[in-house]
Every structure is written in C-alpha cells, then in structure tokens.
C-alpha cells in the first residue's frame, strides 16, 4: 500500500493521526512526525524560525528521506490546519517544480489558510503555553 505522510496542525504533535493509524492500516502505512518545537521533535539552533517557508522547507526535507528509504512506496500527504497549508505547498513543489511522480494524493482536513498563516508569529507562545499534563479529563477537555 501508499504511505500516508502526515503532517499536523499548530500547537499539536504527530499523535494526532494515532486514529488514523489505525483505521488504514489495511491499506498503507501511516507516518507523522513532529514539527520543530511540537511534540517529542528536539530543539535546533534555528527553532525560533517557524515560518511557513521553513516549516515547508524541513518537512520537504523529511519527506525526501522517507522517498529515499522506501523507494517502492508512493506517497499521500496528508495535512491538518497548518499542516494542510504545509502539505499543498510541499505537494505543489515537488509534482510541479521537481517532477515527483510518487506522490499520488494530497488530503487536507480544516484548513484555514489564513487563519494558520496568521498565528505563525505566535507560535513560541502557543506551544510555551500548552499544558505539560492535565489534573483531570474535565479539565482536558475543557482546554
């Protein structure tokens, strides 16, 4: 089957597509990973940076990677909120600029271009201010 190349939304990590994984694990393997300064993902010289441009450009870069090692395997991506942005850009420069034939699908799930465009400037802030864990699933929920 294709790999499903995931890529998730601001202030979120690749755990995201954990459902996801599981749905269609009968018709491809799903990969995610975490954007800088998200997640599990490490800390980088340049991780005040989270333009769209450079958030294009690393997951480009990871992307590549999973085409070098997996030659056999096409590739959907797929992007949610900021990670849907990401993922028409990425797509459109690699089948219309590079000529990557093995990308077969894009999906996008809420995107709001703008919207997610918008909140880049305050994306320190956001993931600074994300809860490390929660005194409840009430309080979970209501964050």
Same mark, same amino acid.
């Given at each position: =089957? #294709? !790999?499903?190349?995931? %890529?998730? @939304?601001? /202030? ?7 459902? $996801?994984a599981k749905?269609? *694990?009968?018709?491809?393997?799903? +990969?995610?990973?975490?954007?800088k300064g ?6 980088? &010289? ?5 333009? %769209?441009?450079? $958030? ?6 990871? +992307?590549?990677? $999973? ?7 096409? #590739?959907? #991506?797929? =992007? &949610?909120? +900021?990670? @849907?942005? !990401? ?6 420069? +690699?089948?219309?600029?590079? *000529?990557?034939?093995? %990308?077969? /699908?894009? %999906? ?5 271009? /703008?919207?997610?465009?918008?909140? $880049?400037?305050?994306?320190?802030? !956001? ?13 979970? !929920?209501?964050?």
């Amino acid at each position: =089957g #294709v !790999i499903f190349f995931c %890529i998730h @939304g601001a /202030g979120h990590s690749a755990l995201s597509f954990a459902t $996801l994984a599981k749905e269609v *694990k009968h018709f491809g393997t799903v +990969l995610a990973f975490d954007l800088k300064g998200h997640g599990f993902s490490k800390k980088q &010289h340049n991780n005040e940076d989270f333009s %769209i441009e450079t $958030l294009c450009s690393e997951t480009i870069e990871v +992307l590549k990677e $999973l085409l070098q090692r997996f030659p056999e395997k096409n #590739v959907v #991506v797929v =992007g &949610h909120s +900021l990670g @849907g942005s !990401i993922a028409c850009r990425i797509v459109d420069a +690699l089948t219309n600029l590079e *000529k990557l034939e093995r %990308i077969v /699908g894009c %999906i996008v799930i809420d995107v709001v271009e /703008g919207t997610a465009i918008e909140a $880049l400037p305050f994306m320190n802030q !956001i993931i600074a201010d994300r809860p490390k864990h929660f005194d409840s699933l009430d309080s979970a !929920i209501k964050w």
